[in-house]
Antibody
């Protein structure tokens, strides 16, 4: 069955960097677009970034553009999110999500908590 | 960015009730509207995609429809496991945007 497992979350100071990973299994990773979606504590869902199945096309939310970088490694079946210049407002649970079609998230990981605090 | 406005923000209902949640887009999104269910402390789950297509494994008591820029999620007969928060989301264009959520409570 489809499985997505995030890792790399933790507590980080403002201005520092953190890298999240999502290990994918149970499906042909190279055939699907992949996304990151976040949820601040007690708040709604916010889409963060998408990468196409072939890794060529990448799009970002305005709130993270220029600070976050999405990437994928087909050989390791992993999705990454490099987060630089972190701000307190980036504090959230970060979910990776599979997209069989652009913008449709049919499978989600359990989430990784990122806390940005001094 | 396309704004998605959901109503109501919370809703009290009972097992067996028919419930409707509405989502309005700030501009035309064709039929690129999806619905998710999120139980407390869990990841969201896709229920409906493309306005009215039922995701595999989702019970048929869930349905979706649209009228212009207004979209509706209907649960025909509430079950105990349906008490959760529901989000709409447009997949018409990036940045993909979600409604603020509707908390369905007993």
């Amino acid at each position: 069955q489809v499985q997505l497992v995030e890792s790399g979350g933790g507590v980080v100071q403002p201005g520092r960097s953190l890298r999240l990973s999502c290990a994918a299994s149970g499906f042909t990773f190279s055939s699907y677009g992949m996304n990151w979606v976040r949820q601040a504590p007690g708040k709604g869902l916010e889409w963060v970034a998408v990468i196409s199945y072939d890794g060529i096309n990448k799009y970002y939310a305005g709130s993270v553009k220029g600070r976050f970088t999405i990437s994928r490694d087909i050989s390791r079946n992993t999705l990454d999110l490099q987060m630089d210049s972190l701000r307190p407002e980036d504090t959230a649970v970060y979910f990776c999500a599979r997209a069989p079609d652009w913008g449709v998230f049919d499978s989600w990981g359990q989430g990784a908590l990122v806390i940005v605090s001094s | 960015d396309i704004q998605m406005t959901q109503s109501p923000s919370s809703l009290s209902a009972s097992v067996g009730d028919r419930v409707t949640i509405t989502c309005r887009a700030s501009q035309s999104i064709s039929r690129y509207l999806n619905w998710y269910q999120q139980r407390s402390g869990k990841a969201p789950k896709l229920l409906i995609y493309g306005t009215s297509s039922l995701q595999s494994g989702v019970p048929s008591r869930f349905s979706g429809s649209e009228s212009g820029t207004d979209f509706t999620l209907t649960i025909s007969s509430l079950q105990p496991e349906d008490f959760a928060t529901y989000f709409c989301q447009q997949s018409y264009t990036t940045p993909y945007t979600f409604g603020q959520g509707t908390k369905l409570e007993l």
